[in-house]
């Protein structure tokens, strides 16, 4: 099976600045002994000495007057004393919240010096040793090309939150297609444009789900090999997403868990605790993971695989994808997407152990309309032609999904459930299980209507819980979603 979708201060004098803290008192300092100053900018000695000697006969005048205060009002002068040091114990506090601020007035000129952020300094302290590359060989996987060097402000493996890449919470604009035939106007129209940015927020929170994505992906990429069980894979990548994007129940995570879906296992597989399945180096494996923003998903996957004699396999998939990518847009006919991608993936052939097999569409598997809370909203899109004749509108969100088979190009349930979900409507039922009730009130807090797995209940500390969600997708209140796949062998 192949298994792919994308979707300084500027003051200059004789006196070094310590920051635009001291400006003030500079400029006092240099008008008030400018005429006494040395070719260095120093006060004089005679200046100084005069200076010291006016100081010395002040001081012996004040002490004199407060010895004869003293011998004519002992208590008041007691009192007087008090007060003194009070006030010199405010002077020494204030001269230390001076002195904190001029250390963070050096920060910043250090800062200056570097032209970064002082925020930055910290960053490097804490980690020296970080690697900042984008470039990835991916020679070990077949067509899924290499990552190229270019501007990354992630570490390898992922450390630093995306709002910490991006402090202004504007993410990058992805790879545009223009729309196809006569709906081309849409890309210069004007009021087009402005209606565009009625979407702008959304988009943005789509970005930075999708941000999050491309950077756990490349990890993803770096990080499996063949002898990795399937569960630390799947652990591994879901870890890394909530890291990176600051995972907060339904603020921002995992839309759905992550799939890693074996040959003929299509989709919907993830393992539950305990399980053992190790990938293979002639294994073809279908990874597929979601992240949101303010439950606003992105559902995207790629295939790896190690073996040259899958090439034509991968490549068939992926040329139908793009097509599928190409097609859609605003009044899109869902059946003419599909009639396209059927042609463009059923154009290959795959060479496997000397026989050959024609690659296949599996027709009961579709792409799918994306919305709020919702992975599955309602449209379908066909990977086959014959489809309905409905129409992509405006403001709609859509995961072109397609999968080629050397198989039937159908798929049934198998034996293997993992994947749940509490039902988009909303609809309620009595439990008259105590754990059935709390586990419900575990998986709306936590999860809302996005899909969840076992091993993520196990998590959260509700171990042993089978039979407290069995009684809820009984009633109807959730469902749970078994693994797909065509006959064993394809």
């Known amino acids: 099976f192949l298994f792919f979708f994308q979707a300084e201060d500027g003051i200059r004098d004789s006196v070094a600045s310590r920051g635009l803290g001291d400006v003030y008192k500079r400029q006092e300092y240099m008008g008030i002994y400018s005429a006494n100053m040395d070719a260095k900018g120093e006060p004089q000695a005679e200046a100084k000495a005069d200076k010291k000697e006016g100081k010395e006969e002040k001081q012996e005048k ?75 060989d991916n020679s070990i996987f077949r067509k899924l090309g290499n990552w190229k060097e270019g501007e990354y402000k992630q570490t390898s493996p992922p450390t630093v939150t995306l709002d910490s890449q991006f402090p202004s919470g504007i993410y990058q604009t992805g790879v545009i297609f223009e729309y196809p035939g006569p709906n081309n106007y849409r890309m210069a129209n004007k009021e087009s444009k402005e209606k565009e940015k009625l979407f702008e927020v959304d988009y943005n929170a789509l970005r930075k789900a999708a941000e999050c994505h491309k950077q756990v992906r490349r990890f993803a990429q770096a990080m499996i090999r063949p002898g990795k069980t399937l569960i630390e894979i799947a652990t591994s990548i879901e870890n890394e997403v909530r890291k990176v994007i600051k995972a907060n129940k339904l603020e921002a995570g995992l839309a759905f868990p992550c799939g890693t879906s074996i040959n003929n296992c299509a989709a919907h597989f993830t393992a539950n605790a305990g399980d053992t399945k190790v990938l293979a180096h002639g294994d ?60 463009t993936m059923e154009s290959h052939e795959v060479e496997i152990k000397g026989k050959t097999y024609k690659v296949h569409c599996v027709k009961n598997l579709n792409g799918h309309l994306v919305a709020r809370y919702r992975i599955h909203a309602g449209k379908s899109v066909p990977i086959v032609k014959g489809g309905p004749q409905t129409k992509m509108e405006e403001g709609e969100i859509y995961a072109i999904e397609t999968f080629g088979t050397t198989g039937k190009g159908h798929v049934a349930d198998d034996v293997d459930t993992s994947h749940y979900m509490r039902n988009f409507d909303g609809k309620t039922a009595p439990l008259r299980n105590p754990k059935s009730k709390a586990l419900l009130k575990l998986i709306e807090d936590n999860f809302g209507t996005l899909a969840f797995c076992r091993r993520w209940v196990d998590d959260l500390g509700f171990e042993k819980h089978f039979s407290a969600l069995k009684p809820i997708v009984d009633e109807g209140i959730g469902k749970s979603y078994p693994t797909l796949s065509d006959i064993v062998g394809s």
Do not use: W
């Open 62 to 136: 004040v002490e004199a007057q407060e010895v004869k205060k003293e011998a004519v009002n002992p208590p008041a002068q007691e009192e007087k004393k008090k007060k003194k040091k009070k006030k010199k114990k405010k002077t020494e506090s204030k001269k230390e919240e001076s002195e904190d601020k001029k250390g963070g007035e050096e920060i910043k000129a250090k800062a200056c010096e570097h032209k970064e952020d002082p925020s930055k300094l910290k960053e490097e302290k804490k980690d020296p040793k970080a690697t900042y590359t984008r470039a990835l």
């Open 284 to 343: 073809v494996m279908k990874v597929g993971f979601g992240t949101h923003v303010k439950v606003l998903l992105i559902d995207s996957a790629f295939t790896v695989a190690f073996d040259p004699m899958f090439d034509n396999l991968l490549e068939a998939s992926k040329q139908a994808t793009m097509t599928g990518v190409k097609e859609s847009g605003i009044d899109a006919r869902f059946d003419e997407i599909g009639e396209r991608i059927q042609e």
